[in-house]
């Protein structure tokens, strides 16, 4: 009976570690699709099209550029940070420096 219960743990903690390793790989495929929409680049864009997209939304989100109107501004910040989060993780998933 022992033998039949340490079985059963055994192959619950197998379970258990496969699922959340399935888990982590869609999270990132999920990230990766945030970020590509973030972005407004295609899948399968190159790492060329991916930094012009990039260097595009921070001319135009440029919170410097909204500095009469303190809203504005705030939302600009916002949007700069999810705009180079998103180039960060991107560059760090195809190992760019």
Not at 34 to 50: D, M, N, S, Y
Request: positive net charge; glycine residues 4%.
């Amino acid at each position: 009976m022992r033998n039949i219960f340490i079985l059963i743990i055994f192959f619950l903690i197998i379970y258990i570690f496969l699922f959340l390793r399935k888990s982590k790989k869609g999270s990132r495929s999920e990230k990766i699709s945030h970020c590509i929409e973030t972005l407004g680049v295609k899948p399968g864009a190159t790492q060329k099209e991916v930094a012009q997209a990039y260097r595009d939304l921070t001319k135009v989100w440029h919170p410097d550029r909204f500095a009469d109107n303190p809203r504005l501004q705030r939302k600009a910040e916002e949007k700069i940070k999810e705009i180079n989060a998103a180039y960060e993780y991107f560059k760090s998933f195809h190992g760019q420096s």
